[in-house]
T-cell receptor
Framework: QKEVEQDPGPLSVPEGAIVSLNCTYSNSAFQYFMWYRQYSRKGPELLMYTYSSGNKEDGRFTAQVDKSSKYISLFIRDSQPSDSATYLCAMSSLRDDKIIFGKGTRLHILP | DTAVSQTPKYLVTQMGNDKSIKCEQNLGHDTMYWYKQDSKKFLKIMFSYNNKELIINETVPNRFSPKSPDKAHLNLHINSLELGDSAVYFC???????????????FGPGTRLTVL
């Protein structure tokens, strides 16, 4: 089993819809959970991070972590065409510098 | 005003050649990284350096040799290039937060390497 599993998509939704992106993981030592967004031909950029379990909201984006199920989610409300990108979940353990990335989900928001 | 910059942006070369990719960060960060992103978009760490000292060295062939002349630069030299080395290589940097603080990494724009 890979350390981090993420459905590569592509996922196509109409503008204005709620988008749900998910990852599962196997390493219970992970404490930091991140979502990176990567536009085509660009480097990844951090969107949100969460420490341990719980929810975090930032504008139209909400990150959720369920450590008991080893499952994390990113919700995008009122999705816009500019949200079209690849979203990579990523995780690291406490004090460990190494980040393990999921394969990324390609998201298309249709105008 | 780019925070993490890489050169070149594109690199096309023949199998067997030796090439280098350069990375510079102007964020004053202590740690720098090299990642490889393959054709399926899987992003995997190769190396990390903290203040010019090698910290992480994942199972990367020894044809790949990182070099850090100072903490603002981390270059990647690749000997005897192979077809399977074709990928996008990303440099990243982060501040050393200490304690339990999260360690955000800032990525460069990537270098697209094509080996023919």
């Amino acid at each position: 089993q890979k350390e981090v599993e993420q459905d590569p998509g592509p996922l196509s939704v109409p503008e204005g819809a709620i988008v749900s992106l998910n990852c599962t993981y196997s390493n219970s030592a992970f404490q930091y959970f991140m979502w990176y967004r990567q536009y085509s031909r660009k480097g990844p950029e951090l969107l949100m991070y969460t420490y341990s379990s719980g929810n975090k909201e930032d504008g139209r984006f909400t990150a959720q972590v369920d450590k008991s199920s080893k499952y994390i989610s990113l919700f995008i409300r009122d999705s816009q065409p500019s949200d079209s990108a690849t979203y990579l979940c990523a995780m690291s353990s406490l004090r460990d510098d190494k980040i393990i990335f999921g394969k990324g989900t390609r998201l298309h928001i249709l105008p | 005003d780019t925070a993490v910059s890489q050169t070149p942006k594109y690199l096309v070369t023949q199998m067997g050649n030796d090439k280098s990719i350069k990375c510079e960060q102007n964020l004053g960060h202590d740690t720098m990284y090299w990642y490889k992103q393959d054709s399926k978009k899987f992003l995997k760490i190769m190396f990390s350096y903290n203040n010019k000292e090698l910290i992480i060295n994942e199972t990367v062939p020894n044809r790949f040799s990182p070099k850090s002349p100072d903490k603002a630069h981390l270059n990647l030299h690749i000997n005897s290039l192979e077809l399977g080395d074709s990928a996008v290589y990303f440099c990243a940097s982060s501040q050393d937060p200490g304690g339990n603080s999260y360690n955000e990494q800032f990525f460069g724009p990537g270098t697209r390497l094509t080996v023919l």
